[in-house]
């Protein structure tokens, strides 16, 4: 394969090192996706207490290539290292870094030095992009990802980018890295870029604004949501940033990892032709959770947030559960919402099934056991769990937001008469829409045959990297050129 380009992809999470949500996924996929079109991606990531502790087990396999003294209150080194195929360079940096805790949070809530921390991040990114890492690799495209590398396009342009094109992707906009005006010095970026149509944001400052107008070019992670993201009720105070850029903002959807994601691979394996296996999972997992459920079995794989329409699931689902549906959740988060699930499956036992907690094996276990998936959010960039019920014929029902819109075929009476229905939209998202959208899933459910032809319909959906990897070579080549 000729070689087109080198690409700095800049995150703050990357399966399989470190993953809070979707963001991991995406950043860890693509540069599997992109090297069979010619682009070689290397990640840099925070090397995290847990990462340190990774490169102390087996130094040998890191070379440093990079060395900062004075990077926000101590010294700071890139080390190269391979994980599952990756080239990651991890800054290790642990006055930064090194802490006990998550990625963006400690004991006591988030770390009052993300400004710092994050701005360290993006500062060595864009020097390494600029200047080429110490092993003489030198990239063509800086890609960023969301708030936690926003400056870095920032820093691009304002030291001169040296010929390197750089794309920010968003992958959620509530997010958006804020600072205080009075850290603009400490953060190295320029005081006369201080003013509406640059660095100033709401009187303070975005690292994810800063970004937006320093950048080449600004994907997201939908179509939908690229066109969402310019209106207010979606963009979140940066949608006339957005607005203003629209001629280099395009959507691409994310992919999944189909090697990962594929219910042939399950221990109760089963596929588009044969299909007898996925009741055979649906057994285990009604067993597993004491579940009897007569109806369809939805299933919810979920962080538990406001984002994500959490707080519909108890108002729609008695009138679900009285008509012989059943439900297993398996997520966490905010804690209001961890004690509405608690409720619910104290509320109703044999039919609805819970788990608190992060639980990678689970989650195989629920979307090769479920009949439905459920995904009510508010917003929703892209969304993977969809794609993963799609793959396991466990019918989505979704909000129409977002990726979600661009990824599920409504089974309305155009589409099933064309045979092209993959699952239930609803819209707005509310409770009322929601509770409609569970009704057509369990008339659906009724029709045995119309059941088994949207499952294969949605089993033979594209969800692979393959056209969105293409999207951003495409887009890479159009900087280089
Ligand atoms: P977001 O990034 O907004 O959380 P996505 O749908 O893009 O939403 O990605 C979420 C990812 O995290 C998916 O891979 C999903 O399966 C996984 N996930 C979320 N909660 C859990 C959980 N409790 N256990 C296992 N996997 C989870
Ligand atoms: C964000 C979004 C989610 C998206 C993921 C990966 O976490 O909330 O919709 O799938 O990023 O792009």
Redesign the pocket.
């Known amino acids: 394969m000729k070689l087109r380009g080198r690409v700095l992809s800049v995150a703050s999470e990357c399966v399989p090192l470190v ?1 809070t ?3 991991a ?1 995406v950043v860890g996929a693509l540069p599997g996706a992109l090297a069979p079109l010619g682009w070689e991606m290397r990640v840099l990531m925070p090397a995290y207490r847990a990462l340190r502790a990774r490169v102390a087990e087996a130094p040998a396999n890191w070379t440093e290539v990079w060395r900062e003294e004075g990077l926000w209150g101590g010294p700071g080194r890139v080390l190269l290292g391979r994980v599952d195929g990756l080239e990651v360079m991890l800054l290790d940096a642990p006055h930064l870094y090194g802490r006990v805790g998550g990625p963006y949070s400690g004991p006591s809530g988030d770390w009052s030095d993300n400004p710092q921390r994050f701005a360290a991040l993006s500062w060595v990114a864009a020097r390494i992009a600029r200047e080429g890492a110490g092993d003489g690799w030198k990239p063509d495209v800086m890609h960023v990802h969301d708030w936690q590398a926003g400056f870095a396009p920032a820093y691009l342009a304002y030291g001169g980018s040296n010929g390197v094109g750089s794309v920010l992707t968003i ?2 906009i509530a997010f958006q890295g804020w600072a205080a005006a009075s850290l603009l010095g400490e953060l190295r970026l320029p005081a006369d870029q201080y003013y509406p149509g640059a660095l100033e944001y709401f009187g303070g400052l975005s690292s994810l604004k800063a970004g937006l107008v320093t950048c080449d070019r600004i994907t997201t992670v939908s179509p939908t949501y690229a066109a969402e993201l310019m209106r207010p009720e979606f963009g979140m105070g940066l949608q006339g940033v957005i607005a203003a850029r629209s001629s280099v903002v395009a959507g691409i959807l ?1 992919g999944v990892d189909t090697t990962v994601w594929t219910p042939e691979g399950e221990p109760l394996a089963y596929s588009a032709k044969a299909m007898a296996g996925k009741a055979a999972n649906r057994a285990e997992l009604c067993a597993a959770f004491g579940l009897e459920v007569p109806g369809p079995l939805a299933i919810i ?3 538990l947030t406001d ?2 329409g959490i707080d519909l699931v108890p108002q729609v689902m008695p009138d679900f559960i009285e008509a012989g549906g059943g439900l297993v959740v ?3 988060g905010d804690p209001v919402l961890e004690g509405a699930m608690r409720d619910l499956a104290a509320r109703y036992p044999g039919r609805v099934g819970l788990r608190i ?4 094996a ?2 195989h276990r629920l979307f090769a056991g479920g009949d439905a998936v459920l995904v009510p959010s508010r917003f ?6 969809q794609m ?1 019920g799609l793959r396991y014929g466990t019918l989505p029902v979704v909000a129409a937001v977002g990726g979600l819109a661009d990824t599920v075929i409504h089974a309305n009476p155009a589409a099933i008469s064309a045979g092209v229905a993959t699952g239930i939209t609803f819209h707005p998202t509310d409770a009322t829409a929601f509770a409609t959208a569970l009704r057509q899933i369990l008339a659906l459910h009724a029709q045995p045959k119309l059941w088994a032809q949207v499952q294969r319909n949605a089993m033979q959906q594209d969800v692979s990297w393959a056209s969105s990897a293409a999207a951003y070579a495409a887009l890479y080549q159009g900087l280089v050129a």
């Open positions: 993953k949500g979707g963001l996924d992958h959620n994310n794989v979920s962080r984002q994500k398996l997520g966490s907690g992060y639980d990678e689970l989650s929703e960039p892209c969304g993977l769990t993963y």
